[in-house]
């Protein structure tokens, strides 16, 4: 069975501080893919970063940067220099490779408050 | 390119109403999948539809359906509602078609229903 572990519940830093999010996952596949989507308060969740289990490569993208351990089962995100725009809830998830068809199991997310 | 829309944003129904939500898809996307989204829960997946056909479900009861237009809107309906059916519904959508690589998903901004 798939899993999606975001043990913190709500994490508090003050602007230009850097947080780390933690995401943990279980799944019996070899062939996964995980995903990152921010939830602002309008409510739409907003795409970040598709990786796919072949791929362990870190990625950076500006202020984020993604580090994926496939022997710890963890894809943790980073913002760097935090604002106050990154205040949101932030969900982790996993897709393992189905010969058709899209299902995300998310985390239960991490509120995220940047204050100024 | 236009994002995923929904229709109602908000809606109230009370007990034993049914309800319809509407999701037109980004252009060229022929898949999508609908998640609930409640504080007690998370983000669950409901179904997803591709090419008019159910391609995956979750595990929800029978009173919720969905169906997808051969121009890749979908419609969700929910019958008999119950007070544990407020939520924000989600749709999605994919392109759908590559075979063993779940597609990253685009998000709507969601439903929110309240059933009294």
């Known amino acids: 069975a798939q899993k999606v572990t975001q043990a913190q519940t709500e994490i508090s830093v003050v602007e230009k501080e850097d947080v780390t999010l933690d995401c943990v996952y279980e799944t019996r596949d070899t062939t996964y893919y995980l995903f990152w989507y921010k939830q602002p308060p309008s409510g739409e969740l907003v795409f970040l970063i598709r990786r796919n289990s072949f791929d362990e490569q870190n990625e950076i993208s500006g202020r984020y940067s993604w580090n994926f351990q496939k022997s710890t089962c963890s894809f943790n995100f980073t913002i760097t220099a935090s604002q106050v725009v990154d205040s949101a809830v932030y969900f982790c998830?996993?897709?393992?490779?189905?010969?058709?068809?899209?299902?995300?199991?998310f985390g239960a997310g991490t509120i995220l408050r940047v204050k100024s | 390119k236009a994002g995923v829309t929904q229709t109602p944003r908000y809606l109230i129904k009370t007990r034993g109403q049914q309800v319809t939500l509407s999701c037109s898809p980004i252009s060229g996307h022929r898949s999508v999948s609908w998640y609930q989204q409640t504080p007690g829960q998370g983000l669950q997946f409901l179904f997803e539809?591709?090419?008019?056909?159910?391609?995956n479900k979750g595990n929800f009861p029978g009173r919720f359906s969905g169906r997808q237009f051969s121009n890749s809107r979908s419609e969700m309906n929910v019958s008999t509602l119950e007070l544990g059916d407020s939520a924000l519904y989600l749709c999605?959508?994919?392109?759908?078609?590559?075979?063993?690589?779940?597609?990253?998903?685009?998000f709507g901004p969601g439903t929110r229903l309240t059933v009294l």
């Open positions: 998830a996993l897709s393992e490779a189905q010969e058709y068809g899209n299902k995300l199991v």
């Open positions: 539809y591709f090419s008019e056909t159910q391609r």
């Open positions: 999605a959508s994919s392109r759908g078609e590559a075979s063993g690589s779940p597609d990253t998903q685009y």
